[in-house]
């Protein structure tokens, strides 16, 4: 049974970092897809950053140059730090997977339309931001 587990999340200052590992399990290959997702109170749910299997990573525009998505294959872990944290980065931030979907609809999947066809979500971790 593949599972998905995001031990981190907690309070911090605004400016400060912020490391969130989600932590990959079951897997007999892959995932092939991987992405964090967060959501503010009263908002939708939206992708952060993505990385399909060829390790290429894609990041939504309100954190590019703040967040780096790195993916530790030998633990399969996928690591999302998060640097210069803002109030408005406060949110529940979710780990998806799928374990064969290719890289165009890993990135489309996660960036653009929510998270559709992601077949394996973890329980979600709260962060939040104080100013």
Not at 33 to 49: D, I, L, S, T
Not at 55 to 73: C, L, M, P, W
Request: proline content about 5%; charged content about 20%; some cysteine.
């Amino acid at each position: 049974q593949v599972q998905l587990v995001e031990p981190g999340g907690g309070s911090v200052q605004a400016g400060g970092p912020l490391r969130l590992p989600c932590s990959a399990s079951g897997y007999t290959y892959g995932p092939n897809c991987m992405g964090w997702f967060r959501q503010a109170p009263g908002k939708e749910r939206e992708g952060v950053a993505s990385f399909d299997s060829d390790g290429y990573i894609s990041y939504e525009d309100a954190v590019k140059g703040r967040f780096t998505a790195t993916k530790d294959n030998a633990k399969n872990i996928l690591y999302l730090q998060m640097n210069s944290l803002k109030p408005e980065d406060t949110g529940m931030y979710y780990c998806a997977a799928d374990q064969d979907m290719d890289a165009v609809r890993c990135h489309m999947s996660v960036l653009v339309a929510g998270g559709s066809g992601l077949d394996t979500w973890g329980q979600g971790t709260l962060v939040t931001v104080s100013s």
